[in-house]
């Protein structure tokens, strides 16, 4: 004869099994990179009266980047960077570039960029290399623009310490269409510019990494 005791038994053993397959499968954590401040490259190219390329660099930015390896759609790119660090190696013409003809640096102090997509190009057999669309705004203006960033390598950071992630992206963008238009109509100084941006990020703790801005 089956026991009233059995009987529970077996019903609770059921409602515990019900209630495990119900439950919801344990979150997992993206990783979290903030820019390592000794690693980064953010340098652009420009034409002069059609004659030779100018070169400059931005020594001053902050990064983050999250990347979510379950779920490519929830992993985001943001960085700002300075627009008082312009250095293109002239103090003269750096001048010129802080003031009101070009990135007016008192009026705008910081170019950003926000991501709102990110998909994983599949195009790019052997690297990994995401499209990441986001809004750039750079003199007041922000545009919608999509960047090619690989992921170039990951590993433990100098010395063996922290784990790094280092990444790459190369554009073009119109100075133009963010309203800096001097010196266009005799070609003085192009309109495209050239950007290569080079980064290494430092994983963060999940728990106690705050915004990177």
Do not use: C
């Amino acid at each position: 004869m089956v026991t009233r005791l059995s009987i529970l038994a077996t019903l609770l053993f059921a409602f515990a099994a019900s209630w495990i397959a119900a439950a919801p499968a344990t979150a997992h954590a993206a990783d979290i990179y903030d820019l390592d401040q000794s690693h980064f490259s953010i340098v652009f190219s420009v034409s002069h009266m059609n004659m030779s390329y100018t070169y400059g660099i931005f020594r001053q930015a902050n990064a983050r980047v999250v990347l979510d390896r379950e779920n490519q759609a929830a992993t985001k790119f943001q960085m700002t960077i300075s627009t008082e660090s312009i250095d293109t190696n002239n103090a003269g013409r750096d001048k010129h570039l802080k003031g009101p003809d070009f990135f007016d640096v008192a009026q705008f102090p910081a170019i950003t960029f926000e991501s709102t997509t990110v998909t994983l190009d599949s195009r790019t057999e052997g690297r990994i290399v995401y499209q990441v669309t986001g809004n750039l705004t750079m003199h007041g203006v922000t545009r919608q623009v999509t960047l090619p960033i690989q992921l170039l390598g990951e590993g433990p950071g100098p010395g063996g310490q922290g784990q790094h992630a280092g990444f790459l992206t190369q554009t073009e963008l119109k100075r133009s269409d963010f309203g800096m238009t001097k010196f266009l109509e005799n070609n003085m100084v192009g309109d495209a510019v050239g950007i290569t941006v080079s980064f290494e990020g430092v994983k963060q703790d999940v728990g106690s990494a705050p915004p990177a801005r």
